[in-house]
């Protein structure tokens, strides 16, 4: 799959087949998810889910480098799009595509995704005019949760909702090549979704939406909680602690290793 034939894959939210995303930070993991999705994205969530960090602020362009180059080497179908962490790339366009060539260098992926609306449409449109495809993310944007006090759904009240549909319209018209709805009122993702020519991507935002993006973590159920949008397909967690229990247990009784897990000269 290539970046245009995403860019072409706008339905109008009932036909046309959505979108799919799923977040990967590991190579084994891409190989695993590859096939079945449109897009992998190498999500700045992974402050969180993979190193136990408090938000994605702390998140850095080597952590993203690198894993990065890990989903790149285990995916052969999918586009492979990179988070820009928080500090790389708000500064000026300029420093956006410094951060963003270094990113696609280094791990071979095929686009990078950055959080915010009009304020940064010149930095979309300076990177896609250059050689770098940008996957715009609206509404709730994790790495601005100082400047929002939370994670709480945005969009309640008539000038946010504005303000989300205008910053979506913004950036479609900067060249971003899809836009990621994240955590707002159904009502005006839908909005936004009919409002702008790049599909548009939703996680707590609507099924109307042109695909659907989960981090993988949270779909496989490693984590207790998680946000009122995610659906638990599986519970991964019980799954670890129960297999981990298996193998203390074999350990201290002295069953394992087995007559199958351990050498004997050839007889
Ligand atoms: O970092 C991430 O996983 C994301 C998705 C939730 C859209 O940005
Ligand atoms: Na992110």
Known sequence: LTVPKIRA??????????????????ARQAQLLDAHCDLLLVGDSLGQVIYGLPSTIPVTMEMMANHAAAVVRGSYHAVVVVDMPFGSYERSPEQAFDSAARLLKESGAAAVKLEGGEAMADTV????????????????????????????????????????VGDAKALDAAGAFAIVIEGVVESIAVAATKAVSAPTIGIGASAQCDGQVLVTEDMLGMFERVPRFVKKYEDIAALIERTAASYAEDVRNRSFPGEDQTYQPKS
């Open 9 to 26: 894959r706008k339905t109008d939210g009932a036909t046309g087949e959505p979108l799919v995303m799923l977040t990967a930070y590991t």
């Open 125 to 164: 449109a300076f990177l896609s005019q250059r050689g770098i495809p940008v996957m715009g993310h609206v509404g709730l944007t994790p790495q601005a949760v100082n400047v929002l006090g939370g994670y709480a759904a945005r969009g309640r009240s008539d000038a946010e909702a504005e303000k989300i």
